[in-house]
T-cell receptor, first 112, second 117 residues
Framework: QKEVEQDPGPLSVPEGAIVSLNCTYS??????FMWYRQYSRKGPELLMY????GNKEDGRFTAQVDKSSKYISLFIRDSQPSDSATYLC????????????FGTGTRLLVSP | EAGVAQSPRYKIIEKRQSVAFWCNPI?????LYWYQQILGQGPKLLIQ????????DSQLPKDRFSAERLKGVDSTLKIQPAKLEDSAVYLC???????????????FGSGTRLTVV
């Protein structure tokens, strides 16, 4: 079993739709939970991070963590064509420093 | 602030050939990482440097992969000999302090796309 499992996608939605992206994990030692966005032929860029269970909102994006279920989600409201990218969940574990473990990524396509 | 620079952007080689990738981190970032991202997968850490010393190379296939960071700034990653399964994007990242920390930057370059034929 992989430490981090992510819905594979690809996910295709019309502009304006609400998007839900999800990851599950098995390692209860994970401390920070992050979402990275990766545009084609670019490196991942940090979109949001959370530390505790609950919701964190930033504009059209909401990150949700449920530590009891080992489940994290990213919601995108009013999706735009510019949101078309691969979304990677990532989690950090303290191995003397915070080491990142990535999910496989979900490719999102928002059509006009 | 200039980003993490990587070159070349693309490389196509035949199996059993050798290849090298170069990374220039953000100025002042002491920690440098090399990741391998195979198509359809998330990035996997290959090696982490703190200044010019290796912190973690547990997932580096040392029989064919090598990396160095001379003078604690630029770094090169080499593959010799390459195999078909080495086809991937090789991402370099850098940060001010070891590991991911809020407000200490953990920035990725655009990567080098390697195709082994």
């Amino acid at each position: 079993q992989k430490e981090v499992e992510q819905d594979p996608g690809p996910l295709s939605v019309p502009e304006g739709a609400i998007v839900s992206l999800n990851c599950t994990y098995s390692n209860s030692a994970f401390q920070y939970f992050m979402w990275y966005r990766q545009y084609s032929r670019k490196g991942p860029e940090l979109l949001m991070y959370t530390y505790s269970s609950g919701n964190k909102e930033d504009g059209r994006f909401t990150a949700q963590v449920d530590k009891s279920s080992k489940y994290i989600s990213l919601f995108i409201r009013d999706s735009q064509p510019s949101d078309s990218a691969t979304y990677l969940c990532a989690m950090s574990v303290n191995t003397g420093f915070q080491k990142l473990v990535f999910g496989t990524g979900t490719r999102l396509l928002v059509s006009p | 602030e200039a980003g993490v620079a990587q070159s070349p952007r693309y490389k196509i080689i035949e199996k059993r050939q050798s290849v090298a990738f170069w990374c220039n981190p953000i100025s002042g970032h002491a920690t440098l990482y090399w990741y391998q991202q195979i198509l359809g997968q998330g990035p996997k850490l290959l090696i982490q440097f703190q200044n010019n010393g290796v912190v973690d190379d547990s997932q580096l296939p040392k029989d064919r992969f090598s990396a160095e960071r001379l003078k604690g700034v630029d770094s090169t990653l080499k593959i010799q000999p390459a195999k078909l399964e080495d086809s991937a994007v090789y991402l370099c990242a850098s940060s001010l302090v070891p590991g991911w920390q809020i407000n200490y930057g953990y920035t990725f370059g655009s990567g080098t796309r390697l195709t082994v034929v």
